[in-house]
């Protein structure tokens, strides 16, 4: 459980029936997640999810809401960086290897990759007959991040070898047509 937290339920408890999830992370799993992220501290995460599952199809369709309040480090000053994030989640589940690959042992014979199979997300491929929720949620937050935080009044500080620069000298704005001062044309008369 090195992401944070864990909670697990079994695709064959879900193939046909909805059951629903209510997440509310007590202290010590948010100070777990914020380490698994480097986030300095995550104040409140909550989450919903519905979780649907379709006999027919073999699959679990997971839909939700995530909310986050937390800190991360501006990549500048090392100081924190408020973020709040409402998400969005929906995800799916198979037990099918074949419904997550994104090459089909035919497109492989054939010398190509259809080039539809990458318009929609595949499923998660369950394995041991297990899904993590805790994974899903953190791994959603994970990809919601900014990853250049930047805290309000940090600037990136300017370096130059150059010894005549002036970082508080205005920026000298040339024409990208000035390139073209020299050239010469020639008339056909």
């Not at 937050?141 to 005549?164: C, H, Q, R, W």
Request: glycine share 4%; charged share 30%.
């Amino acid at each position: 459980m090195k992401h944070g937290f864990s909670k697990i339920v079994h695709f064959s408890d879900l193939r046909s029936r909805t059951k629903r999830f209510k997440f509310n992370l007590n202290e010590q799993q948010r100070k777990n997640v914020a380490n698994y992220l480097d986030l300095i501290e995550i104040k409140q995460l909550d989450a919903f999810l519905e979780l649907n599952g379709n006999e027919k199809k073999r699959q679990i369709s997971l839909i939700g809401h995530l909310n986050v309040e937390a800190y991360q480090r501006c990549v500048v000053s090392d100081a924190p960086v408020p973020i709040t994030l409402k998400i969005e989640i929906y995800r799916r589940f198979t037990e099918n290897p074949k419904d997550a690959e994104w090459i089909t042992e035919d497109d492989d014979e054939a010398g190509y990759i259809n080039a539809g199979t990458f318009t929609d997300d595949l499923p998660d491929l369950v394995e041991h007959d297990e899904i993590d929720l805790g994974f899903t949620l953190v791994e959603e937050l994970s990809l919601n991040l900014n990853p250049f935080p930047k805290a309000e009044g940090s600037d990136i500080v300017s370096y130059s070898t150059d010894k005549n620069f002036n970082p508080d000298a205005p920026a000298k704005r040339e024409s990208p047509f000035s390139v073209l001062k020299n050239v010469q044309i020639k008339k056909n008369t």
